[in-house]
């Protein structure tokens, strides 16, 4: 049923925010989980004109309608008029769209349109939750936590940055099948070793370089590594062939659909450090080596990757200080220790939260008096 249609629902559910699949997928997770809880509610989406997340959201069957909105952090001085400027105009698209679909509970997942939303709710006197996925929150959620009713966040590090009394640790929520993958993942017996590489869902042209560079390196070495590598669309081709030219045994495109699958065969993941992919890997006990972009607003990927390696379940490199030699050392040094690996998972394990999304789903039920 659409979540536009009039007439009476379990519960109804406006969830706001994207840009980003960390954005997306937390927010795809809950509201799933709502209609598995529930199956009655109606579920709608306010976000970004994002192509990516629209195609993803209508996939998933849930209505989505876009509002006129642009981030204010970090902009040059004709973006930053731009954006103040069309901020009146996201306030009364936002007022608009809750209007029509009357929610019981408007829910902020990140990212800039998650702004104008909220605050359209808050004026509107809607029971409002937002949800931080990251070690240091966005502009829009630091500014939206003074007023809303309720605040989920993913890592304890996060806490100092809210009022106490309405912050509560939920952690991220993951996808329905990535969690199926904690009870059928199964580790082959012999000496073979997955190797997965993941730059986000944009990809990350440096990480394509080093961990290409030195898997080469140490090919003959690595004898029986398979390699499956997300590379983003604009390196997906000569990656390939670097791999297949040295004869490393590989899977590698420009993003992978189905991540469960992905994360089934895997035994240690080189990755970026977003909030998304370490709830993931973490509910898989996945071990991991983190690179965290160097650009993210606040450092914020640095202080996630922190949280992870300080527990003993991965291993942190900053990209300015890390090379080809020194990273082939590393996962050579790792897939060649079963104990320390196993080790590792163990504590990675031991920070996933596999209920996020239930968390949540109560904690809106709630607000909302239900």
């Known amino acids: 049923m659409s979540a536009m249609t009039v007439g009476k629902h379990a519960f109804r559910l406006l969830l706001t925010g994207g840009g980003t699949g960390g954005h997306l997928f937390p927010a795809v997770a809950t509201a799933e989980k709502l209609v598995s809880r529930l199956p009655e509610s109606a579920i709608f989406f306010v976000g970004t004109g994002r192509w990516l997340d629209r195609q993803h959201l209508e996939r998933c069957g849930f209505a989505v309608r876009t509002i006129h909105s642009y981030g204010l952090k970090g902009k040059r001085p004709l973006e930053l008029l731009k954006a103040l400027a069309v901020l009146p105009v996201s306030l009364v698209e936002a007022c608009w769209q809750i209007l029509r679909f009357r929610p019981d509970v408007v829910c902020g997942v990140g990212g800039y349109v998650t702004g104008p939303v909220v605050a359209a709710a808050w004026l509107l006197r809607r029971p409002t939750v937002i949800h931080e996925q990251n070690s240091v ?78 898997l080469i390196t140490r090919a003959e070495s690595l004898g029986g590594l398979r390699v499956i590598h997300q590379t983003g669309a604009s390196d997906e081709a000569w990656v390939g062939q670097r791999y297949r030219q040295a004869g490393i045994d590989c899977q590698v495109a420009a993003f992978f659909n189905d ?112």
């Open 137 to 214: 929150p966005g502009l829009a959620n630091r500014q939206l936590g003074r007023f809303v009713d309720r605040i989920c966040i993913s890592l304890p590090d996060s806490a100092r940055f809210f009022p106490a009394g309405k912050t509560q640790l939920t952690g991220n929520p993951v996808r329905g099948p990535i969690l199926e993958v904690m009870q059928k993942r199964a580790r082959p017996a012999g000496n073979n070793r997955t190797l997965l590489i993941l730059g986000g869902s944009q990809g990350a042209h440096r990480v394509n370089e080093l961990v290409s560079e030195a």
């Open 259 to 370: 991540m469960a699958d992905v994360y089934r065969q895997a035994d240690l993941v080189v990755s970026r450090a977003g909030a998304t992919t370490l709830a993931e890997i973490s509910v898989l006990g996945l071990p991991a080596i983190l690179i965290p972009y160097p650009h993210a607003a606040d450092d914020h990927q640095q202080r996630n990757a922190r949280w992870y390696a300080d527990s003993g379940g991965a291993v942190v490199f900053a990209e300015r200080e890390l090379t080809a030699e020194r990273l082939s050392e590393q996962i050579a040094a790792l897939l060649g220790d079963r104990h320390h690996l196993r080790q590792m998972s163990t504590a990675m394990a031991g920070l996933g939260i596999a209920d996020a999304a239930d968390r949540i789903v109560d904690i809106c039920l709630a607000v909302a008096g239900r």
